[in-house]
């Protein structure tokens, strides 16, 4: 194919620009995961975690950042303002904890007072606590679980993509242990 050498030019250029836009987005991902604080890194190996798992459950914790927002607190906690958080499960471990506290039976997972969602089945996996009334983006597509054990007769409503409230639940205290979250992209708590 023939170009003039004007032409030549501007399509190297708009190729430079575009490879440099490219490598600067890569770059930032790469520096955002690697840029765990050294407490975080403290963090994972006072568990055990090996430098693996660590680097794997930092990828976790940036991918619910790009998602839901928050602020890291933890090696596996994301604050999502003074509303909730996420807990991540740590690697081997089938259920979600505040590092440090020990595992609790499936009967004291979620707090009172408060509407609690699992990634996965029957309480398992991470999970989004909710405490403040708000609507919580739900990034999962696969079935999982969730309890409302907010005030009695508190009802927390399931909505889709455009915020629209599809189903509710009958009133705190309620659950489901294999709840379908392909449809359900945010839980108005209250």
């Not at 490598?23 to 963090?43: I, K, L, N, Y």
């Not at 914790?61 to 906690?77: E, F, I, R």
Request: proline residues 4%; neutral net charge.
């Amino acid at each position: 194919m023939f170009m003039r050498n004007g032409a030549k030019r501007a399509a190297i250029a708009v190729f430079a620009v575009g490879f440099c836009v490219l490598a600067t987005g890569m770059g930032a991902a790469t520096a955002a995961s690697a840029a765990a604080p050294v407490e975080f890194t403290r963090q994972a190996k006072s568990l055990g975690l090996t430098t693996a798992e660590a680097h794997g459950l930092q990828q976790r914790v940036d991918v619910y950042l790009s998602q839901t927002g928050g602020t890291q607190v933890a090696v596996n906690k994301i604050r999502l303002g003074d509303s909730g958080e996420i807990l991540l499960s740590l690697p081997g471990q089938e259920t979600s904890r505040t590092v440090n506290a020990p595992n609790k039976p499936a009967s004291e997972l979620c707090p009172g007072n408060t509407m609690c969602a699992w990634k996965g089945t029957w309480y398992t996996g991470d999970r989004i606590n909710m405490w403040a009334c708000y609507n919580f983006r739900i990034p999962w597509l696969e079935n999982g679980s969730w309890i409302n054990n907010q005030s009695t007769g508190t009802v927390a409503n399931f909505l889709d993509d455009y915020g629209v409230s599809k189903w509710h639940d009958k009133g705190a205290f309620d659950q489901d242990p294999d709840a379908p979250w392909y449809w359900v992209h945010w839980v108005k708590n209250c």
